[in-house]
T-cell receptor, first 111, second 115 residues
Framework: GEDVEQSLFLSVREGDSSVINCTYT??????LYWYKQEPGAGLQLLTY?????DMKQDQRLTVLLNKKDKHLSLRIADTQTGDSAIYFC???????????FGAGTRLAVHP | KAGVTQTPRYLIKTRGQQVTLSCSPI?????VSWYQQTPGQGLQFLFE???????NKGNFPGRFSGRQFSNSRSEMNVSTLELGDSALYLC??????????????FGPGTRLTVL
């Protein structure tokens, strides 16, 4: 079945760029998503990318997709302390509304 | 437009009891999905409902069940609670439940603690 993997932890300095990486196994996933979860909260959709795209930019967020390697990344420019959270990569796993999530990458932003 | 709401936000139960969680989707959304989030297993798909019918189901025991009402509100029920059922239960809604731009929006979750 579908599997999604992420590195678990990333620490960056405020003002630097953060890059969170993700790999997935199901090449039939046509959409891939990034969600953000802050402490004690649900999931907030950040952005998504269609599989025929290589890149999508949305303000400070840039998503890169390498479909051949099944690799997805999320770049956050000018990272702020408010960006500290857990970031989840997710792929649609066929059927209705079934998302497969990675384990989440905890982003820590320090001064 | 109001977001996805879940009630209650926090719940404490003891082993063997049963529990019912409620989810109200965004107005106009007809698909509701449920996920369980635990530190050990991460986010796992429970089931999805559309027009009062379960269309998709994850790998959870039969103690986990759900239903959807004609107004798209959904409930999930866990019977004979076990300690391992302690988790954050997240509900998500989308217009039709199809892949693509029909993205899911999540509620704040219900934190269930089983003692």
């Amino acid at each position: 079945g579908e599997d999604v993997e992420q590195s678990l932890f990333l620490s960056v300095r405020e003002g630097d760029s953060s890059v969170i990486n993700c790999t997935y196994t199901d090449s039939s996933s046509t959409y891939l998503y990034w969600y953000k979860q802050e402490p004690g909260a649900g999931l907030q959709l950040l952005t998504y990318i269609f599989s025929n795209m290589d890149m999508k930019q949305d303000q400070r967020l840039t998503v890169l997709l390498n479909k051949k390697d099944k690799h997805l990344s999320l770049r956050i420019a000018d990272t702020q302390t408010g960006d500290s959270a857990i970031y989840f990569c997710a792929a649609f796993s066929g059927g209705y509304n079934k998302l497969i999530f990675g384990a989440g990458t905890r982003l820590a932003v320090h001064p | 437009k109001a977001g996805v709401t879940q009630t209650p936000r926090y719940l404490i139960k003891t082993r063997g009891q049963q529990v019912t969680l409620s989810c109200s989707p965004i107005s106009g959304h007809r698909s509701v999905s449920w996920y369980q989030q635990t530190p050990g297993q991460g986010l796992q798909f429970l089931f999805e409902y559309f027009s009062e019918t379960q269309r998709n189901k994850g790998n959870f025991p039969g103690r986990f069940s759900g239903r959807q009402f004609s107004n798209s509100r959904s409930e999930m029920n866990v019977s004979t609670l076990e300690l391992g059922d302690s988790a954050l239960y997240l509900c998500a809604s989308s217009p039709e439940g199809r892949e693509g731009t029909d993205t899911q929006y999540f509620g704040p979750g219900t934190r269930l603690t089983v003692l």
